[in-house]
């Protein structure tokens, strides 16, 4: 899938949680989810269930621990699509 | 883990528990009871000369037995004196007064328990079977 629709698409699935809403709107790759969207520790759980769910992946503790940044959650995405086929 | 046990591990006391017996608990939920004394000393101001069970009282009577008493049993072993915990989400509709004396049961059920976050929906009655408040609550280990 393109890096692009999975961006727009993970915007859509962080959008409720986001408390900073002008980082939101010029989110890019290097946007930090907690840093840069004030988003905190208990909603990115449910920012995480909720890309399971979308993806129809499994997210395990230890990519669960690298996804702070749309770049992380971009690549753990693909790599984990790659994995089902 | 027996019940009492996990009544011991919380880390409340008096006159901040609000945990009085668990009825039944396993990986899915957990069914526990708390009766409010009349001396408890919020009612001497909530409403001054009306006793009347705050919402936030009864809110943290459900995320004390639905979440943290089910949370210790889900983490068993995992969870230490150093263990610290945080509520991070409510999410509750209050139907009916709850007055001195009165004993409730509360009722959760788990939702999800992932990351070390423990997401539940819980409900309340009183001795009459009749649902006081209900709603989500969540927390986790931080």
Not at chain 2, 26 to 37: H, I, N
Not at chain 2, 50 to 65: C, D, K, N, R, S
Not at chain 2, 98 to 126: A, D, Q
Request: glycine share 4%.
């Amino acid at each position: 899938m393109e890096k692009e629709i999975i961006i727009e698409q993970l915007k859509e699935i962080i959008k409720p949680y986001v408390q900073e809403k002008e980082a939101f709107e010029a989110l890019t790759e290097h946007t930090d989810f907690i840093n840069d969207l004030k988003i905190n520790s208990a909603n990115l759980v449910d920012v995480i269930l909720d890309i399971e769910e979308k993806y129809d992946i499994v997210i395990d503790n230890e990519s669960m621990e690298r996804m702070l940044n749309v770049k992380a959650a971009i690549e753990i995405i693909s790599t984990k699509l790659a994995d089902k086929i | 883990m027996k019940f009492q046990e996990i009544i011991s591990r919380l880390p409340y006391s008096k006159p901040f528990l609000f945990v009085d017996e668990i009825i039944h608990i396993d990986e899915k939920g957990v069914e526990g009871t708390f009766t409010f004394d009349e001396n408890l000393e919020f009612y001497k101001g909530h409403f001054r000369d009306f006793p009347i069970t705050p919402g936030v009282i009864l809110t943290e009577t459900m995320a004390q037995i639905g979440l943290v008493c089910l949370g210790l049993f889900l983490l068993n072993d995992t969870f230490s004196k150093n263990t610290s915990i945080a509520l991070t989400s409510t999410e509750i509709d209050f139907l009916k007064g709850v007055y001195p004396n009165e004993k409730v049961t509360v009722f959760s059920e788990k939702i999800y328990f992932r990351f070390g976050k423990l997401k539940c929906k819980v409900w309340m009655k009183n001795t009459k079977g009749e649902v006081v408040c209900s709603g989500t609550i969540a927390g986790m280990i931080v």
